[in-house]
């Protein structure tokens, strides 16, 4: 610990310097906000530890193609730091023990069973490693939750420490992530903003100048803020609200251009230019996926309805409603557009993954959009270039609509998109992977059943390019 007297010699602040990290979970968020602390900061060891040992396997990979999460630029940073100040392990314990600073990024799905079922955050993960830091810690803790919590879940894992009764002190502090899955290394790299959120008192500030000091050897400080905790957990979930609501926002109209002749991108582009709206997030599309925004805006609602403000928790349920909408409504197009059934007609997806750039697929749009199309008996052949196929399948159980042999009689993956597409009935886009622009369409073309149709459900393609060659072309809200 550092003391800086200042000139009056008034105030004596305490600079605690961080020489050791623990991560509790080494997924899409403390696999890559780990290794870009390890890459930056030199000086600090930064164990990353998992109770999944395959996970944790991977991570250790010699192959640095064969990383348990696919970013652009994470292999390179993990090649630089892994093994000199970057540790993945499952030994839980001793991260814990020899951290002065240990972060939560552990999982907070919607509860699947019980009181707020399929709405609230499951917090048992969260809660399981209060417990195990409360068991183990020897020595004073700054405490970091990660994950993305429901508003007032420092309390929660500040009763569960405060009872340990072995004399050791902890500062909890929030520090939501904002990287988006597909940018993430450019994200922490260059963050718009970071939020630190604690205690207002001086051991508070202390703990969070420690955790400023360590986003500072790579961020202006003028984008480090500090805040209470509990704004800090509430600015997450509503970043997170703020931009679903945009999609579908944007969505809702790609609907109305459809029954108007109106294009959804030449309006997008129109109210984008107004500097008062912006142009980020007005691309119509599918629907949107991912781990976060649905399950955040899920849990806000749920907040909102237990605090008895039922009129706010409608506003924001309607984001989800209108996203359902919009993958139901794809897919009930791409049915009524074959003549009315996709019963026993081959039909080629490309992409499976939530978005571009991630193996992410975690409520991918994809997976709703095959089971409709299976319920109506479609035979579906995937090709994503970097979900594994066992993923896909996994997705489909986990939806719970048919057993597993029929999800299997049903659907077949394949590593090459021209094998994917021969004999389709129908190519449907379903994530924006830059790959698929580039094909060569006239094979393609030529190898399909006709007529050839083409849905593009994140409008990347070529519309007149592809009609010229003698597709049947359908976009979103166009
Ligand atoms: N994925 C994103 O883009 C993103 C972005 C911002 C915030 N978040 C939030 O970050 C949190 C983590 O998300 P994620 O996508 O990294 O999840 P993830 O499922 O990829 O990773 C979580 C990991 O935690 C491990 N884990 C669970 N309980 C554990 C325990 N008791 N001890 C040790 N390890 C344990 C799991 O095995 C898993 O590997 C969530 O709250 C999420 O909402 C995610």
């Known amino acids: 610990m550092r003391m800086d007297i200042d ?87 001793k991260g814990i023990g ?27 993960y969260i809660e399981l490693c209060a417990r195990q830091i409360a068991m183990v810690a020897k020595t004073d803790k700054i405490v970091v939750e990660k994950s993305t919590l429901p508003v007032r879940t420092a309390e929660t894992i500040r009763e569960i420490l405060k009872n340990t009764g072995n004399g050791v002190n902890f500062q909890i502090l929030s520090n939501p992530e904002f990287l988006a899955e597909g940018t993430a290394i450019a994200d922490l790299y260059n963050a718009d903003r970071v939020l630190i959120g604690g205690e207002q008192t001086s051991e508070g500030k202390i703990a969070m100048d420690a955790l400023t000091e360590i986003y500072a050897h790579w961020l202006p400080r003028e984008r480090i803020l500090q805040t209470n905790v509990w704004s800090s957990e509430l600015s997450k979930l509503t970043a997170n609200a703020f931009l679903a609501q945009r999609i579908s926002s944007i969505n809702s109209l790609s609907a109305l251009c459809e029954k108007t002749e109106a294009n959804i991108e030449e309006v997008a582009r129109a109210i984008g230019s107004d500097s008062r709206i912006g142009s980020k997030f007005l691309k119509s599309s599918v629907g949107f996926g991912g781990s976060c925004f649905q399950k955040d805006i899920l849990n806000l609602v749920y907040i909102c309805r237990n605090l008895g403000l039922n009129e706010v928790a409608d506003y924001w349920e309607q984001v989800i409603i209108m996203n359902n909408y919009q993958k139901k409504r794809f897919a009930d197009k791409i049915i009524a557009t074959l003549f009315n059934t996709v019963s026993g007609k081959k039909i080629a997806f490309l992409g499976w993954a939530f978005k571009k750039d991630t193996n992410d697929t975690r409520e991918t749009a994809a997976m709703y959009v095959a089971d409709y199309l299976m319920d109506d008996l479609a035979n579906i052949m995937v090709y994503d270039p970097k979900v594994k196929p066992e993923q896909m399948f996994a997705d489909l159980n986990y939806l719970n609509t048919r057993n597993p042999e029929q999800n299997k009689a049903q659907l077949n993956t394949s590593t090459d998109p021209y ?8 190519i449907v886009i379903l ?16 190898s399909m059943m006709k ?28």
Not at 98 to 124: C, H, Q, R, W
Not at 419 to 426: I, L, N, P, R
Not at 431 to 446: A, G, L, Q, V
Not at 461 to 477: A, P, Q, S, W
Request: net charge negative; aromatic share 10%.
């Open 7 to 93: 000139i009056n010699n008034i105030i004596i602040k305490k600079m605690k310097k961080i020489t050791n990290i623990c991560c509790i979970g080494a997924g899409y968020v403390g696999g890559p906000t780990m290794a870009v602390i390890a890459q930056k900061c030199p000086e600090i060891e930064v164990n990353v530890v998992d109770i999944n040992q395959q996970r944790i396997n991977e991570w250790n990979n010699i192959d640095l193609d064969n990383l348990p999460i696919y970013e652009p630029g994470l292999k390179e940073v993990i090649a630089e730091s892994r093994n000199r100040n970057l540790f993945f392990s499952t030994n839980v314990a």
């Open 98 to 124: 020899e951290a002065e600073m240990i972060f939560i990024s552990v999982n907070t799905p919607t509860k699947t069973y019980g009181k707020g079922k399929g709405m609230a955050a499951d917090l048992k």
């Open 419 to 426: 094998d994917t597409s021969k004999d389709a009935h129908a």
């Open 431 to 446: 994530t924006e992977w830059d790959e698929f622009i580039n094909y060569d369409w006239h094979k393609i073309f030529d």
């Open 451 to 478: 007529p050839a149709f083409i849905f593009d459900g994140r409008n990347i393609m070529d519309r007149e390019k592809l009609e010229l060659i003698g597709f049947k072309y359908f976009g979103i809200g166009k």
